[in-house]
């Protein structure tokens, strides 16, 4: 197959020529042979594969928001060629059996590779360690171990767990947000929630398990990755924790990195709209900018999308009742154009390294993440950052329509995705 007129990383105009599954060959006026498949690029940019090291994919057991199969037509869609398929399942995937039940279906069913996460703790209940080393030795070969959605709060469960992968070079993924702070809290705390009465979720509960776990992480010598990191204080933490040269990584979502808070009193969709509760909450502005200059900077090293799918019936309710979570993988490299691209902050290059080299790499996954090159699987995205669209989420492949961007409109669109040279999306479309 010859991919035709296509800009790697924005550059010149070049051909890509895939054979095996592999890239052959890059350069400008590419010949094939007779057989072989052309697709016209026309002028897109050109991406390595896009890798999620946070995705709710919800199966098993919340089939009715998402599955294996439109979770992946979802990251697909999005321009991603693997994710990581977080824990927090029914049955939760803290055993070797639940992580290769949600790795078979990702073979099976999967229009992206599916990583399965593993818990941290048995049942995500912060109690006893799960089955790390079973988990890291199934055919799944877990290297991510995650509470997410609950935060391992006790210090020496996260002490041991830090410890404990080390021997099969695993990370501990941590959801920093302190219990007891956060108990009944609805909205990031600050002006909007004083004026909104709900009660507010301080940024202390995020920074204070960060430093805690960097801490931890530095003592024992092993390695921590934050998930989404939401304020401006977290930033300076892991700044510091990477002075120090400790073995830190850390992620920010798309949404973070567009929405504040004020949206909850004020929005395209009304106030007081669940849509944008979320888990750690909206911030404000000088946070938004402060996490922009992190990944910027490459102190927030990845953009991860904790895509969180709900049915209707979960979201749509009021506030203090509805469910936290946003979906994001459709939208996630539009939300960073607007963000990151559009206003200067990154080249395409920076947004190639954190939407899937660095987590690749954090989530050790050798085949994704490799600069577009003859040699490396022929995992790429084909992004046109001039088209316009109107965010419109009965089109999505998810299963659930839980956007917060419904009433925007957002730039880009992924044109094509192709899986170690298969198309899984041509033309904008799953085929
Ligand atoms: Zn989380």
Redesign the pocket.
């Known amino acids: 197959m010859i991919i035709k007129n296509v800009r790697v990383l924005g550059g010149e105009p070049v051909d890509i020529r895939v054979e095996d599954g592999l890239i052959a060959e890059i350069g400008p006026g590419l010949t094939g042979g007779a057989g072989d498949e052309v697709v016209d690029g026309g002028g897109a940019i050109a991406l390595p594969g896009l890798v999620d090291l946070?995705t709710h994919l919800r199966e098993p057991g919340r089939e009715d928001a998402e599955t294996v199969l439109t979770g992946t037509q979802a990251a697909a869609r999005g321009g991603y060629t693997a994710v990581h398929a977080m824990a927090n399942t029914s049955p939760v995937a803290d055993t070797a059996g639940v992580v290769e039940q949600v790795w078979r279906l990702g073979r099976e069913h999967g229009h992206c590779d599916v990583q399965p996460v593993g818990a941290v703790t048995v049942g995500l209940e912060g109690r006893q360690l799960a089955e790390l080393g079973a988990m890291a030795d199934s055919a799944a070969q877990v290297r991510v171990f995650s509470d997410?959605?609950k935060c391992v709060g006790d210090a020496v469960l996260m002490r041991r767990a830090l410890e404990y992968v080390k021997a099969f070079d695993g990370v501990v993924a941590q959801?920093a947000?302190e219990p007891r702070l956060t108990e009944g809290a609805q909205m990031n705390e600050g002006v909007v929630s004083g004026r909104l009465g709900l009660t507010g979720w301080p940024a202390v509960a995020e920074e204070a398990v960060i430093a805690r776990d960097c801490l931890l992480a530095a003592h024992v010598g092993s390695r921590l990755h934050v998930?989404?990191v939401s304020t401006a204080g977290s930033v300076e933490i892991i700044r510091w924790a990477k002075s120090k040269g400790w073995n830190v990584t850390a992620e920010v979502t798309p949404h973070h990195l567009l929405l504040t808070d004020d949206l909850v009193e004020d929005s395209p969709v009304g106030a007081y709209n669940p849509i944008y509760k979320v888990?750690?909450p909206l911030r404000t502005r000088a946070d938004v900018e402060a996490l922009r200059a992190a990944l910027a900077d490459g102190t927030i090293d990845v953009v991860a999308t904790?895509h969180a799918p709900h049915p209707v019936e979960d979201k749509e309710t009021e506030w203090s009742a509805a469910a936290m979570g946003m979906i994001g993988l459709e939208t996630a490299l539009s939300v960073v154009q607007e963000a990151m691209v559009d206003t200067g902050l990154l080249d395409w290059a920076g947004v190639a390294d954190r939407m899937s080299a660095a987590p690749a790499r954090i989530g050790r996954l050798p085949g994704h993440g490799r600069p577009l090159a003859a040699g490396a699987p022929a995992n790429i995205t084909l992004y046109d950052p001039s088209a316009r669209t109107p965010v419109d989420p009965a089109a999505y492949a998810s299963k659930s329509r839980n956007t917060p961007y419904e009433g925007m409109t957002l730039p880009g669109r992924v044109v094509a995705t192709f899986l170690r040279g298969t198309p899984t999306v041509l033309e904008g479309k799953l085929t």
Do not use: K, V
Request: net charge negative; hydrophobic share 0%; aromatic share 0%.
């Open positions: 946070h997410d959605g959801h947000q998930c989404h888990n750690p904790d």
